[in-house]
């Protein structure tokens, strides 16, 4: 077996594992929701508005709510190579230029998740709160 | 230190955060990796460790402080290091695509760990279980970036600082 084809039997090994190893991951260790009725509430603060939301879900995460009820909440959404974020809630679109963003909060803690892997746990509170960094 | 390797230093902490500018849309795909250590091999541990510090300096200047910047300042340094304890030893661009490879698998939990010293241990674990998929992509990324790029960068390099810039 000549060097080229001992790289790319090499590579092709590789990304074999790599694909093992995700499948495990994503069966053993990503955040795992509870397809389940919850009832959950959503609460924006934007400069000086409040609002709350209480919402009777099926969803595993936070994302799928909010997208679903996407017109309710006046959200907007963007997709970063990262994952999407939330970027208008309320109808109001955060100033990039400014460095704003909805920070999360799940029950009063900051989240240490993305809205995609928060998930969603019956009598929980998530709050959206307009932040600069 | 003479006046050239300060220009040096200068020219290839360039060649490294350009590098790493150029590949930010992919996430964790880098050449940084493999960079240092061939800059490790060809110019030495003394320049590259200097490297490793204008670029990790830069990244403030580019992206703004954040605590895990300061991890920056140890990891790099950490596979110069490393390089240079096994440079003699690997005679062939699989050992070093190895190295890249773990090196990259493992970036998550070494941010993980810094991380938590600033944010406690919950956080930490779940910054690095979060960040699995990603640390898998940058150890392919790595291993076959260095396995195909390693000996034609490395000769390149060999060929034109032995021929004036030594």
Same mark, same amino acid.
């Given at each position: 077996?000549? @060097? ?14 790599? !694909? ?5 991951? @994503? @069966? ?40 679903? @009820?996407?017109?309710?909440? /006046?959200? /907007? ?16 679109? !955060? ?18 998740? /993305? ?9 929980? !509170? ?8 | 230190?003479? &006046? ?11 060649? *490294? ?16 990796? &493999?960079?240092?250590?061939? =800059?490790?091999?060809?110019?030495? *541990? ?16 580019? =992206? ?10 140890? &990891? ?13 030893? &690997? ?7 190895? *190295? ?25 674990i779940s910054y690095w279980i979060k960040g699995i998929p990603f640390d898998i992509v940058h150890g392919v990324s790595n291993f076959i970036i260095i396995l195909i790029l390693y000996k034609p960068l490395l000769n390149v390099l060999e060929k034109y600082y032995n021929r004036g810039l030594r």
């Amino acid at each position: 077996m000549n @060097n080229s084809m001992k790289k790319l039997v090499s590579i092709i090994i590789v990304i074999v594992i790599a !694909v093992l190893l995700y499948f495990a991951y @994503n @069966n053993l260790l990503s955040p795992e929701g509870i397809i389940a009725d919850k009832e959950v509430t959503i609460q924006v603060n934007i400069k000086n508005i409040d609002e709350s939301y209480s919402f009777q879900t099926e969803y595993e995460f936070l994302y799928e709510l909010v997208k679903e @009820n996407k017109k309710e909440l /006046g959200a /907007g959404f963007k997709e970063y190579s990262y994952g999407v974020m939330i970027i208008e809630l309320l109808n109001y679109r !955060v100033n990039e230029s400014n460095n704003e963003y909805f920070h999360i909060y799940v029950n009063g803690e900051d989240a240490i998740e /993305g809205v995609q892997q928060i998930v969603l746990n019956d009598g929980d !509170v998530y709050t959206f709160e307009l932040k600069a960094w | 230190m003479k &006046i050239r390797d300060i220009a040096l230093v200068g020219v290839l902490s360039a060649t *490294i955060t350009a590098g790493k500018l150029a590949l930010s849309i992919l996430p964790n795909v880098e050449i940084v990796t &493999i960079l240092f250590i061939v =800059y490790t091999i060809v110019f030495g *541990i003394r320049k590259t460790l200097m490297v490793s510090i204008v670029f990790s300096t830069m990244e403030i200047f580019i =992206y703004g402080f954040s605590t895990w910047f300061i991890a920056y300042y140890f &990891i790099w340094p950490l596979l110069i290091f490393l390089t240079n304890a096994v440079k003699d030893k &690997i005679k062939t661009e699989y050992g070093f695509a190895f *190295i890249g490879g773990i090196f990259g698998l493992s970036f998550g939990l070494f941010f993980a760990i810094f991380e938590s010293f600033f944010y406690g241990m919950f956080y930490g674990i779940s910054y690095w279980i979060k960040g699995i998929p990603f640390d898998i992509v940058h150890g392919v990324s790595n291993f076959i970036i260095i396995l195909i790029l390693y000996k034609p960068l490395l000769n390149v390099l060999e060929k034109y600082y032995n021929r004036g810039l030594r």
